[in-house]
């Protein structure tokens, strides 16, 4: 073959396999990863062998910062659990937390760590063994705990705890205590560690019920999302959600419209108060109200007149649920069928579409709730 034609032939296939698009980005991509793998071989030596308690704690936390891309470096972060430094053992706890279930075999040293006599180190080996998946066979370790000196371990005990799950359910009766405790954020934890635990939390319900008066907005939202998760007999509940419509917060006057609506037809005497929450100035928590009202179906047929004037709500969202809960409660909602004849002209999809769908189903002869 003629000189030139080979020289041609080789700068064509050079551009096909190395200008091309493909190959740019499978490279890119390869040598990414290798800036990653140099970056984590360089940080677990530093973490191991630097003499500054400094130099390796700053280590630990960028590794932790990697997440899940640092797990070549569990084995090292294990071995730091024992480091003379506190600040580098509570550093590198955290660190295997934030790689998450991969660093699972690191669980046995974590266990460990509860009982160190730092308290940072405590709390991010609670934290640590929530995240890895492994804090079942130290649950016990865990519940002592919740009487640590420390809010900060208090909390990270609680949030360990609740990842457990239902197999916790001998915690419980120590996170009923803890939801008094001082710290805001302890007891914003132990909520949402007794809705994780779920059913088997029954006996926390009195307790949640008094949290859902607490200070804290966010302490009253996991309240509520636990007695959710646990579950209540609806004479029990309805009180609840009814009275949690006047909260000063949005978000749980919205979350107690959507946890009536659940309950259904049996909600039926929370009607009044739904009716009122349609007036709410948050557009959401009208649109749970309306959504509530619709689920109690023919229960509810006083809201029939409220529901209708809803319809000229400023907001499609809400317009769309008015019409939707109409329809849900079939021929008592006759009156509205001229309204929603209108709604039919609604420059909103979503509410032309709800408004039809009404239609058919307060003119058919059985509707469904």
Partial sequence: MDIRIRASLRGFLFFVCFASPLFVQTSSSVFAQDGKDLQTQTLIQQLLKEPEDSARENAAKALGKMGAEARAAIPALTEALKDRSASVRSS??????????????????????????????????AFALGRVGGAKPYLSALIGLLKDPNENVRRDAADAIGRIGAEAKEAVPALIVLLKDKSGAARRYTAEA??????????????????LKDQEFVVRTYSAYALRQIGME??????????????SHEHLRSYAGDAL????PEARAATPALIEALK????????SAAKGLGKMGAEAKTAVP??????KDKEPLVRASAADALGRMGAEAKSAMPALAESQKDPATIVRLAATGAIGKIGSPETKQ
């Fill in 92 to 125: 590198a706890a955290f660190a295997l937390g934030q790689i998450g279930v991969e660093a699972k075999p690191a669980a046995p040293a974590l266990g460990e760590l509860l009982k160190d006599q730092n308290a940072w180190a405590r709390g991010n080996a």
């Fill in 234 to 247: 609806a004479k029990e509940a309805v009180p609840i959600w009814t009275a949690l419509l006047k909260d």
């Fill in 280 to 287: 709410d100035q948050d557009r959401f928590v009208r649109v």
């Fill in 261 to 264: 609506g659940e309950i259904g």
């Fill in 306 to 311: 409220p529901l209708i004037e809803l319809l």
């Fill in 194 to 211: 007794l809705g994780r635990i779920g059913p088997e939390a029954k006996t926390a319900i009195p307790g949640l019920i008094e949290s």
